[in-house]
């Protein structure tokens, strides 16, 4: 019985989670601008909600209860699982420090937005600093809670936790080092290929929005998406959101740059699958939404990096994107096969390729590490990113705080050990895409055709249909017969680049 | 002290209305069809926080114990009978009903959609039964909990009351009284006139929408509409929406009929000034939001039939609708004003002037407060229909059940009681106008400029501000010195169309 109940109040919290979503969403794409303050305040309370019910000191004897229940099925173990870490992640942070984390977190946000553009760090260090502090008091507060039982080394590690659960340092510290170690090579070796090549061309002329957009539906329907489950809309910011019988993804366009925001919309659509292709039946509880954001990431980045930055996919959408756009030269295969694998070291993370982009990561990596376990000061970030940046890439970022460490917005809001899912992601996408050409040996041809049926089915039935059934090494180890290992992306990288 | 705990209650139930009502826009006007089910479990379960917060056993004692306290603003005063209002209605209902009616209702009104289409009444019927079955249970439970206090001479009362609190029966009957014996007269008389005039031009050619949509936000902004505070969209259904910090109103545009979609943006303009104009300090509680629906419809009724079709606005604002739609000769001011001021007797209420539309109003009065006192049933509906749209307007529906009685949503979704709010407004708005013309004697100078500041000024000092802090009644009386005196309509009627 105690188990039936923790499910309904684990339904409730489900139902509350809708409402933030849509509202949240809304916020960033629909609402006028002097609607903020009123809905700042209906989203906060909803999260007082929340917290009322996961603070009911009754949920302690019915988990207690429910563990001793017999013939609960897997799925409902893994719910209890789940259910039980959101209950104690929850408790674990003392109300009055998530407050103020919330405030500091959207006065940073909010001031770091006109002191980006005007490249002011010194202003900015005494907005950050407090963020730090608080988000150390968190991850304290979290390692000590939670630390023994779940393996933590350190209280960084109970900040990754927060966004990939399974993921811990020292798994991430081997791959990293395997990164840093192989990648410096590789990359010179493709840029110093590509000296011998010409710059892929760029359209000669502005692409109409409506153009744009026509094409984007066409590949996000290619790409299996439902527009009777799902919506496309404009944000400054790409994002993807909504609930998973209601998957809402946005993109930009930009008349000047139809490069960007094709591989944007392609990368949502990742995300927008797997949300959508979560188990059914589990919707209302725990177990049955994503995993953490290493998984999440793979989804997108599979869709983006393994499937649509491949040769045969590009080939195959070639005439869908000269028919949406015009016969422009930029946009033969060819064209758009460099396009879209050109490699070049870069200041920004968001605009790297996937050669260099994990370069940024690993930067961000060791900075936030540093900064939490007290290594490192907000005043010493900008020397240490200048530093990395030479060393890692030879990008010189010397003064240029906007395009340096003011240009992620993570931190400002304290989200501190969410990086790493980034290139975790890319990691995964790699190993998963190389499981699923064992398992469909003609993949690559149905690619080609645009068949990709049963490439979704296996993504389906590997990661989508699992929600949160297993913890991250077992989902990887029953999909691909091993656990993380990054030697399948650097395969990936020798085979496409050099 | 308990007012103060009362205020904190009232302020997160508005902070659920806040959710409730965005998540109502967005299935409305953005939901893909597959977000329905999920959706609709979410706005239930926010309505169980609603009732839970509601039901609980120390709200009684608080609000006897607010009841005594001393040093209360009026603003607080009406703060607090608003709240027990809202208290009391919602414990008078058992929650089996609510669910019932609710279930029904969803039921009925699904049917609707398609039975209507079919015109086919015998099928209807038996899911029209049953919704007003349990209606007259929710009436009677009303009525027996809170008749005695707020002088309900019956259970239909009850239902008025719902809608439009303050206004009873014995306030509408012999109002309707007044409007049955005047208008059939005035109505033959301006119908008879208006055969020796030739009908009014309409479009010679299609209207882009885009077009129109420009026209309309232009006539949204010289209504004082804030696009920073609002948003306009497109819905099969228009209407008006949102939260008064961040108002959302809908319409719908035909290519081939430029002239309905005009007159509904300015109509949903009108509630949406009423909502964003209430006093910003009163918004997260009841007695800072709109009265009922009969002034509800007053604000959007003075905008469209008051200030809209009047022939100084009309001439106005003629050359903006030539700039945006062309140079058609249905655009003449002359025109224009012909189109909005037509007047013919027709079968369907959304689509009636505003002299035969309290005709169709009286008409569903008179019917549903029958069906719910128990002097008619539902089958009787069709036949007490013709015969009053035969008597009421000589129009024949004999058969056409889908411009019959199956034209309207509001009884397949339980909302009896709701009609006569449409024609009180339409009173009170005239009413409203003639006092507003009285303290602003150029007005009509000032409408011929487009020089609309005062009259909202008016608006907002006399109706907006006031949000719920005084009664039906007595706003009336303040604005305009007398309660309700449907003569003012009249004079009107017998102005514009005479």
């Known amino acids: 019985m105690s188990y039936a109940t923790l499910e309904q109040t684990f339904y409730r919290l489900s139902q509350l989670s809708h409402a933030e979503s849509m509202l949240g969403w809304d916020q960033r794409v629909m609402m006028p601008p002097k609607g903020n303050a009123a809905r700042s305040r209906a989203l906060a309370e909803l999260g007082v909600f929340r917290t009322e019910i996961l603070q009911d000191p009754s949920l302690a004897a019915q988990f207690e209860a429910a563990h001793s229940e017999s013939g609960l099925t897997p799925w409902q173990t893994a719910?209890?699982?789940?259910?039980?870490?959101?209950?104690?992640?929850?408790?674990?942070?003392?109300k009055a420090l998530v407050e103020a984390l919330s405030l500091a977190g959207s006065e940073c946000e909010h001031s770091w937005r006109q002191l980006r553009s005007d490249n002011n760090w010194k202003d900015f260090a005494p907005k950050l600093q407090p963020?730090?502090?608080?988000?150390?008091?968190?991850?304290?507060?979290?390692?000590?809670?939670?630390?023994?039982?779940?393996?933590?080394?350190?209280?960084?590690?109970a900040l990754i936790h927060k966004f990939d659960p399974g993921t811990r340092s020292a798994r991430i510290d081997p791959v990293f080092a395997q990164l840093k170690a192989a990648l410096p090579d590789l990359l010179a070796t493709i840029v110093e290929r590509q000296k011998h090549r010409a710059r892929p061309n760029t359209p000669k002329a502005a692409i109409p929005i409506a153009h744009q957009d026509a094409l984007a539906r066409d590949l996000m329907a290619v790409l299996g998406f439902d527009f009777n489950a799902g919506r496309l809309d404009l944000t400054a910011h790409p994002f993807s959101g909504g609930v998973p019988e209601d998957s809402r993804i946005t993109t930009r366009y930009d008349e000047n740059n139809v490069?960007?925001?094709?591989?944007?919309?392609?990368?949502?659509?990742?995300?927008?699958?797997?949300?959508?292709?979560?188990?059914?039946?589990?919707?209302?509880?725990?177990?049955?939404?994503?995993?953490?954001?290493?998984?999440?990431?793979?989804?997108?980045?599979?869709?983006?990096?393994?499937?649509?930055?491949?040769?045969?996919?590009?080939?195959?959408?070639?005439?869908?994107?000269?028919q949406h756009l015009g016969q422009d030269r930029a946009f033969n295969a060819d064209n758009l096969h460099q396009l879209y694998t050109w490699v070049e070291p870069g200041k920004i993370r968001v605009n790297a390729d996937e050669v260099t982009y994990p370069m940024h990561v690993i930067l961000r990596y060791e900075l936030e590490r540093d900064l939490i376990l007290g290594h490192a000061r907000v005043a010493d970030i900008p020397e240490r990113w200048n530093d990395a940046m030479m060393n890692l890439l030879g990008v010189d970022t010397r003064g240029d705080y906007r395009n340096g460490p003011m240009q992620d917005i993570h931190w400002t809001a304290g989200a501190v050990g969410y990086f790493p899912s980034y290139t975790l992601g890319a990691l995964n996408a790699a190993q998963l895409h190389q499981a699923m050409v064992k398992a469909i040996p003609d993949a690559a041809d149905r690619v080609a055709r645009l068949d990709l049926e049963p490439i979704f089915d296996w993504l389906s039935q590997n990661v989508w249909q699992k929600g949160s059934l297993l913890d991250y090494d077992d989902l990887m180890m029953e999909a691909t017969g091993e656990t993380l290992n990054p030697e399948h992306f650097l395969r990936h990288v020798r085979e496409r680049y050099c």
Chains 1, 2 share one sequence.
């Open 79 to 94: 719910n209890l699982r789940q259910m039980e870490r959101q209950w104690r992640q929850t408790l674990a942070v003392p």
């Open 131 to 157: 963020v730090f502090d608080l988000v150390r008091e968190e991850a304290q507060a979290l390692n000590a809670a939670l630390g023994d039982e779940l393996g933590f080394a350190n209280d960084y590690d």
């Open 259 to 322: 490069v960007e925001g094709l591989m944007g919309v392609i990368h949502e659509t990742g995300h927008s699958r797997y949300e959508t292709g979560l188990p059914q039946d589990w919707l209302d509880q725990p177990v049955g939404r994503s995993m953490g954001m290493g998984v999440h990431e793979s989804q997108s980045l599979f869709f983006e990096m393994q499937l649509g930055r491949s040769r045969p996919f590009l080939e195959a959408i070639a005439p869908r994107v000269q």
